[in-house]
């Protein structure tokens, strides 16, 4: 990792050395404005001090060195670039293993992000229509009569005393969406639970959900059920 | 459900709070076993010794903020049930960030906003996946939930119930 890593980087700045220099030959293009002898003064890198052709760092340039200059660095560039890329085929493999793990953590958070966020914020979520639902059981004087006032609602209890699940079934009749949704409300009276049923009905013409029914079940003795709403 | 009749809430406190210094302890201690093994001297005598000090020091402090992290975790999650009368996921989530943000208030503002952030995430990542799973598991049992199939079996008896009480 780290050898592959000290290769790259320095390829890399390798390659970068090559394309100030190129620049730089085009910026400093004598031939345009001066005569065709002119002359430029060109700064070479470091990395071109290698012994033979280029010696010194200040050199005077005819027309045609200039020319074959650029025209050498091009084949070096596309040899640089051949060779990283022989290099990296070297490393594709592991680089592909670290890239399908990132991408399938990635997805996974995405995935959980997703549906947490539909579940909070989608107003055809079961979470949602319990909400609502629950409000409306909060508000009415026959709930309130017999549960006594701060009514609190909650859904199927697990194992670890968790009860935020509200137990819902999907189905589609009639080419429309429905759901069913159950929870449970208590209030201040002791001992006294119900379970209240909910069903919505997907509207065809707005899409969203509409209530179509809410009753409360009271399950404690004296058994009865009081009719929240009731749209069928 | 019959048998969760009794109310979960103050005493789920020091059942997260023991489940999360187990849970500490036992990460801690297999973590620590093999970090104590390798920055040993060689030998497996010294290994073993070192490996066994590590988890002795270290694993329960581990557990110990885990714990910390747990029981206030949930008494925040509990007073938030008790005012809000309501159980759901913002609960979860929203107890998750204050207790990141009260545990890291020592270190001043910016990095309560960081460990409220961390939190929240981390929260409502735990509860997609509880949220996944309930899913799962009740698409392999259709018939978890107990409705009848049919609404109009649904309908006489609310409807039966209520009317004689009128």
Known sequence: MLSSNHTQTSLEGFRHQILALNTHCSSARPWGRQSSTGAARLALPAAFKTPGQFRISTVVLSNQVMMEIQHSSFIIQVLTHILFLFLSVKEAGRDFTYFIVVLVGISVTGGLFYVIFKELFSSSSPNKIYGDALEKCRSHPEVIAVFGEPIKGYGEATRRGRRQFVSHIEYVKDGLKHMRLKFYIEGSEAAKRGTVHVEVKENPERGRFEIRYIFVDVDTFPRRTIIIEDNR | ?166
């Open chain 2, 1 to 166: 459900m019959e048998e969760y009749a009794r109310e979960p809430c103050p005493w789920r406190i020091v059942d997260d709070c023991g489940g999360a210094f187990t849970m500490g302890a036992i990460g801690g201690g297999i973590f620590q076993a093999i970090k104590g093994f390798r920055n040993s001297p060689v030998g497996v005598n010294h290994r073993l010794r070192g490996s066994l000090t590590a988890i002795r020091t270290r694993a329960p402090q581990l557990g110990g903020s885990f714990a910390v992290w747990g029981g206030l975790f949930s008494m925040i999650d509990c007073s938030m049930v008790r005012m809000r009368g309501k159980e759901d996921p913002w609960n979860s989530i929203t107890s998750g960030a204050l207790t990141g943000a009260i545990l890291a208030a020592r270190n001043g503002p910016v990095a309560m906003v960081g460990s409220a952030a961390m939190g929240g995430i981390l929260l409502a990542l735990i509860e997609g996946a509880g949220i996944l799973l309930t899913r799962f598991a009740s698409t392999q049992f259709p018939n978890g939930p107990q409705f009848s199939e049919d609404p109009s079996q649904l309908q006489p008896s609310p409807f039966g119930d209520y009317r004689q009480y009128q």
